[in-house]
């Protein structure tokens, strides 16, 4: 069958910018274009391959409060961890968070060779929001996505980046980093790139990445980070350096 777009190592198979819909276009559309609820206990077994996520608008209160309506435009999964290859999120929308992906009590999900470009947020996660979840991200590219505060948030949760690449993404306040907030969770980076992320106004919390809590730092190996070690702090006043365990990271400048 034919598929379209193919994602292959993280990278579109065609000009990126120029296909991608606007979001907030379609309020009429469907709150979820997937919508995976506890009860569907899907496991890896159940498989998403070569297909376009697009135009999911999860907009149930337009007002932005924490409810499933609000949440996961592109795909939402509840307790459930399907694979996901070969994939691109593309202009999808949700008032509260996780855009593009949200992934809520115990999911752990493979997302591998797909693209997440183009997604807004109100407020948190306009590429994925992580809530006490855990999950892969293997060949991912994320990018030119549009938030409020955070483009990749995890929430208690202890996801895995691995050769992925978050870049060219924008927040409207550097409150929780450019690019990844770590929130009392500790997700890993291996093999990784995150540069070029911004935030339209300055914040508290500066840096590409940024850890809540000192207690909960990131484990980034062999990555590439916008700044370097000063790309990834802690949140305060006068953000620091994290203390990482097994670090190594080299300036992506």
């Known amino acids: ?36 609820p506890a009860a569907a206990a899907l496991n890896e077994s159940a498989t998403l391959d070569g297909v376009i996520v697009t135009g999911g608008c999860a907009a149930v209160n337009p007002s ?28 999808n929308h949700a008032v509260w968070s996780g855009a593009a992906v949200y992934n809520r009590n115990g999911c752990a999900p493979l997302f591998d060779c797909c693209a997440v470009i183009g997604n ?39 996801p895995i980046y691995m050769n992925t690449t978050i870049t060219a993404n924008r927040v409207q306040i550097n409150w929780y980093g450019g690019a990844v907030c770590n929130d009392f969770g500790t997700h890993i980076f291996i093999n990784s790139i995150i540069c070029g992320n911004e935030a339209a106004t300055a914040g508290p919390y500066g840096g590409q990445v940024v850890a809540s809590n000192p207690s909960y730092p990131p484990i980034m190996t062999c990555c590439l980070i916008e700044g370097g070690v000063d790309g990834v702090v802690t949140a305060g006043e006068n953000p620091v350096p994290v203390a990482f365990p097994n670090l190594g990271l080299v300036d992506a400048d």
């Open 64 to 91: 932005g409060t924490y409810e499933t309506g609000n949440m996961g435009g592109g795909m939402f999964n509840e307790g459930c961890s399907p694979t996901v290859r070969n994939t691109s999120f593309l202009g």
């Open 1 to 36: 069958h034919q598929r379209g777009p193919i994602v292959q190592g993280g990278v579109v198979n065609y000009p990126i910018k120029s296909h991608v819909p606007d979001p907030l276009s379609q309020p009429e559309n469907c709150y979820h274009v997937f919508y995976h």
């Open 120 to 158: 807004r947020a109100s407020y948190y996660g306009s590429a994925v929001f992580n809530e006490v979840s855990a999950g892969m991200y293997l060949n991912v590219t994320i990018a030119y996505n549009r938030a409020g505060y955070t483009t990749i948030h995890d929430w208690f949760a202890n």
